[in-house]
């Protein structure tokens, strides 16, 4: 089953070679990011209720005034954030498939999705995202200096029929791993 993404692109298009190689990877992000870490660590910003954004509704199957699960995390690799992580799915499926968004705390989500093989990962999708984009401000919280665009890329996860939307914005720092 395909969802309509029509903001988000199918190739990071204009990306720089080292940023590639990151956006395309289609494996679980936490675990790259761990093996070229010596110490890894997620910090829980944010775990709320708020209204999916608007390139997120049609995605999730959310009203533009209905309140969903928003999970929003830092990647830290050797104390320094290189991933902002937006996560959201619509409260109906916190009583169903996706209540663990509930009780993950500090744990790193792509773990527990890539765990389970019944969820199914849609296509990643890309995007440059510039300030007024509704995640942008968010991620460049975590920045001393702000970028004039950052990378992002997400993607669509279904659980018996119950859809998480996860939007992993890169920031500078992931550069300096090696990819």
Do not use: N
């Not at 699960?69 to 290189?82: N, P």
């Amino acid at each position: 089953m395909k969802f309509s993404d029509t903001l988000w692109h199918h190739r990071p298009v204009g990306a720089d070679a080292r940023m590639r190689r990151w956006l395309l990877h289609r494996g679980s992000l936490t675990r790259r990011i761990q093996l070229r870490s010596r110490r890894f660590h997620v910090d829980l910003l944010a775990l709320t209720r708020a209204p999916a954004t608007r390139d997120e509704r049609a995605l999730i199957a959310s009203a533009a005034r209905i309140s969903c699960a928003v999970r929003e995390v830092a990647l830290h690799s050797d104390g320094v954030a290189v991933v902002f992580a937006h996560s959201v799915a619509a409260r109906r499926a916190l009583r169903g498939p996706w209540r663990l968004l509930l009780t993950l705390g500090t744990r790193p989500l792509g773990a527990a999705l890539f765990a389970d093989p019944r969820v199914a990962r849609q296509p990643l999708r890309y995007r440059q995202i510039r300030p007024g984009h509704a995640l942008y401000a968010s991620a460049c919280a975590l920045l001393e200096v702000k970028p004039a665009s950052l990378w992002a890329r997400r993607s669509l996860f279904v659980f018996r029929g119950s859809r998480l939307l996860v939007t992993e914005v890169f920031l500078p720092a992931i550069l300096a791993l090696p990819s």
